[in-house]
């Protein structure tokens, strides 16, 4: 009915006659609606009615006058959540105007609803005197604040997506051994075991990696143990061929 009243304004010429403006309102309908107007004016020759009578009629039946407090409490419960504060205006435009309430009152109703990080914007500066004003200053806030969420997840993502030769490394030294930039492990390097393993023993004989019985390693057994950070001699965890406890007593008995 809103958007016929204006173009009935628009051209007068085309909707001089009562006759013309209610076959067009007719002429529109769907649904509901139209069922009604078939019933009511099956006569299609004359419409027994002026436009005045009418809208009246039709108003009846089909415009349920809002009501006031329940118009106000959805503006009380309306949040601004996904939506951007543009969109978010729409709806809040629309029931603060079924709603009666005055600039005062709307004003704060907006705030309330708005995202706490536009408040956190809007705290920090002189607050609108109309609503309207407050209503721009927001969406300008809020869309530049979106910009730079977005650049910073850019900038971000190129972080992320840096070649590892680029980034800053971190140097691990192990006794024995050269610094090695980008490596993160606290046990020394196969490096620091193949120095001990050709290092002379205190009896200046070379010390070969042995097994408990002094039968030599396989090259699969020695493979396995240089992997896995194990003894070259005695083939235990937790030390080194240098310090080896089994080789130790070893010594001592040959000593003997």
């Known amino acids: 009915m809103f958007q016929c ?19 067009f309102i007719l002429s529109q309908l769907s649904g509901r609606a139209l069922e ?14 002026t436009y005045s009578e009418f809208l009246n009629e039709f108003s009846q039946v089909f415009n349920q006058d ?6 106000s409490r ?9 939506l951007s504060v543009a969109e978010f205006s729409i709806d809040f435009r629309v ?4 709603s009666g309430w005055n600039e005062c009152a709307l004003k704060s109703a907006f705030f309330k609803a708005l995202n706490e990080n536009i408040k956190d914007e809007l705290a920090t500066i002189d607050e609108p005197s109309s609503l309207e004003d407050l209503i721009r200053l927001s969406i300008r806030l809020d869309n530049r604040l979106r ?29 024995g051994s050269s610094t ?23 009896e200046g004989a070379e010390c070969e990696p042995m097994q408990i019985g ?32 089994a080789k130790s007593k070893a010594g001592v008995r040959q000593r003997m």
């Open 95 to 98: 029931k603060a105007a079924a």
């Open 214 to 245: 002094h039968t030599r390693l396989s090259p699969e057994e020695r493979q396995r143990r240089f992997k896995g950070n194990l003894c070259l001699y005695c083939g235990e965890p937790g030390h080194f061929i240098a310090s080896c406890p």
């Open 5 to 23: 009243r204006l173009l009935f304004e628009g051209s007068p010429a085309s909707f001089s006659t009562d006759r013309r403006k209610i076959s």
């Open 66 to 71: 809002s009501d006031q407090t329940i118009d």
């Open 147 to 175: 910009i730079r969420d977005k650049a910073r997840q850019k900038n971000h993502g190129m972080s992320a997506s840096t070649p590892a030769s680029n980034r800053s490394s971190v140097s691990v030294r192990s006794p």
């Open 74 to 82: 959805a503006l009380l419960n309306l949040k601004q959540g996904n």
């Open 36 to 49: 009604w107007a078939e019933a009511r004016f099956s006569d299609e020759t004359s419409f027994s009615c």
């Open 180 to 202: 090695r930039p980008g490596i993160k492990n606290q046990s020394p390097p196969a490096s620091a075991q193949v120095s001990h393993f050709f290092s002379p023993s205190t």
